[in-house]
């Protein structure tokens, strides 16, 4: 059987102070990332939003929820939060958009890193590049059934669009394990990720996506009917640290 990488994901929305954001990267890429790792926890990826200027998105992983509530306890409660606790909560206005997501199938899970992190102050190793995470929310549990589906009717024409999925997770609804962190329990989400070189490869993939038949006559109106409200596209652009680039 496949082990999976992270069974366990929390997708982060951050709302910032005006002004803010470089601020905080500055400090979790520089603080942040190797201590969390250290209690067991991944930080698959940290970026920018490229629609609000005043938004921070990550994503972290656990093996499962008791490591994660072993984890964030550690962290929480050690020297490295304490120390720069106050600085990091000074440029937030809303940390508690978190998502809890679990890879949808065996194939679903996020891929191992193609390289290590880099170091704080390195030049870049690797050509920038873009990632699109889409959410959708639904009416049910994306539940077994619209996995299958995904995966023989969807995924292939995302891949022929030139969105090929990265990664697509569904809904954790364990009990929240550390509820000092809160998150969005109540919601029923199928998210996907896939990776691109530059805003025109996102533009380019949207509209090939647009503009197919197959999708605008089959698979839409399938999908449509599940959606509680309009999907929410992000745009990330991953910061000089991040392990998903």
Do not use: K
Not at 100 to 129: D, K, W
Not at 162 to 187: C, D, I, K, Q, W
Not at 215 to 241: F, M, Y
């Amino acid at each position: 059987m496949e082990v999976q990488r992270c069974p366990v994901v929390e997708l982060r929305q951050y709302t910032l102070h005006p002004g803010q954001r470089d601020v905080l990267i500055d400090l979790f890429d520089r603080e942040f990332v190797e201590p969390q790792e250290a209690v067991g926890m991944t930080v698959l990826g940290q970026f920018r939003d490229l629609d609000d200027p005043d938004r921070f998105v990550w994503l972290r992983g656990f093996d499962d929820m008791p490591s994660r509530a072993e984890g964030l306890g550690i962290f929480y409660g050690g020297p490295v939060w304490q120390a720069h606790r106050d600085r990091a909560n000074a440029t937030m206005a809303d940390s508690d958009d978190v998502l809890l997501l679990r890879p949808a199938s065996a194939g679903g899970g996020f891929p191992p890193p193609t390289g290590p992190r880099q170091a704080p102050g390195e030049p870049a190793a690797m050509p920038p590049s873009l990632l699109l995470a889409t959410i959708w929310y639904g009416h049910a549990p994306f539940d077994t059934a619209f996995v299958e589906y995904f995966e023989r009717r969807v995924r292939p024409l995302l891949a022929e669009t030139g969105g090929e999925p990265l990664a697509y997770l569904r809904s954790e609804h364990a009990t929240n394990t550390f509820p000092a962190l809160p998150v969005r329990m109540n919601e029923e989400v199928f998210v996907w990720f896939a990776r691109f070189t530059d805003e025109g490869h996102i533009d380019d993939h949207l509209n090939r996506l647009q503009r197919s038949q197959r999708w605008r006559e089959e698979v839409l109106p399938t999908l449509s009917d599940r959606w509680a409200r309009t999907p929410q596209r992000l745009r990330l652009a991953p910061t000089e640290r991040s392990l998903l680039r």
